[in-house]
């Protein structure tokens, strides 16, 4: 009994309190401090990479910090709001990108040291070469990055999406959003693979290392963690930060039916991009299974 309660405290002081307090403090202060316009965006980045032409260390195809493009939403996401960054220290890491997009999220969290594979998955072919020319723009790195040219959904199949390259993170395979009616939108042809199948043997082969799974899909989402709560998967991941494209209860309850605790629900800040879409974030941790990796 005593030696479970010094692994629960573990977890509980390692992973959760001081991270997430921290995350969720500092988020909350820039939410309320700043609007998500493209000034502030850009404004932002400046403050964290100077003169320079990388963020971390990292360099980005397309980086400018005079051109509020996706590239730079997203790295204002990752970087400078932090959205990502509650891993267990104590814990060695892989993790899945699900809606990779150019790869900013997948380089962040290949940079850090406890995290050693990352398995991103993007399905639109321009997005793709994006991603892959930024690994390859980063070779310390390029070993621990593993990229896919499919979605994840509940089925395999092949569709054809809109997709514009003024608005290359906003493309949904579930046919969510605008991008179809902006001028210079054509058609992508996208494969999806079945969501369980395709990362049953990913997770499986974790061996001891904790699973962090990123989601952010435009509304694959309401396809996927069924799809892998079917297939008995979604148990074995430790921890999920994800959009939700549409009201979050259905995810909440899927993630709380397999012993998810979820520590961050909140809609996503005033956002110029979103044109009024309901856009919320979910954070989740499965404490049963994560604080066994810690022993």
């Known amino acids: 009994m005593s030696h479970n309660k010094t692994l629960f405290h573990k977890w509980l002081k390692g992973f959760f309190l001081a991270p997430y307090y921290l995350y969720l403090a500092g988020r909350r202060a820039r939410s309320a401090a700043t609007a998500n316009t493209s000034e502030n ?24 910090t005079e051109n509020c493009s996706g590239l730079m939403h997203t790295i204002h996401e990752v970087f400078v709001k932090h959205d990502y960054d509650f891993l267990a220290k104590d814990v060695r890491w892989i993790v899945i990108d699900i809606g990779a997009n150019l790869g900013v999220t997948s380089l962040f969290m290949a940079n850090k040291p406890n995290v050693e594979k990352v398995f991103a ?53 579930t046919g969510l959003g605008s991008v179809g009616k902006m001028k210079g939108t054509w058609l992508e042809e996208v494969t999806v693979r079945e969501s369980g199948a395709v990362l049953a043997p990913i997770i499986e082969g974790a061996n001891g290392r904790g699973v962090f799974c990123k989601i ?80």
């Open 41 to 64: 965006i850009l404004a932002d980045i400046r403050a964290v990479v100077g003169n320079k032409d990388t963020v971390n260390g990292i360099k980005f195809s397309g980086f400018s």
């Open 216 to 295: 952010d899909c435009e509304g694959a989402e309401f396809q996927i963690l069924p799809n892998l709560q079917k297939n008995n998967i979604l148990g074995k991941i430790d921890a999920i930060a994800m959009e939700v494209h549409g009201a979050p209860e259905e995810i909440v309850r899927i993630l709380q039916d397999e012993g998810f605790f979820i520590f961050n629900r909140c809609q996503h800040p005033s956002d110029e991009q979103l044109k009024g879409e309901s856009l919320w974030y979910v954070f989740a941790v499965n404490v049963a299974c994560l604080a066994k990796k810690m022993q």
């Open 121 to 173: 998955f993007e399905p639109l072919k321009p997005n793709f070469a994006e991603l892959n020319k930024n690994v390859r723009l980063n070779p310390a790195l390029a070993d621990k990055v593993e990229s896919f040219c499919m979605g994840l959904g509940d089925v395999d199949t092949k569709i054809s999406i809109p997709f514009n390259p003024n608005m290359n993170t906003c493309s949904s395979t």
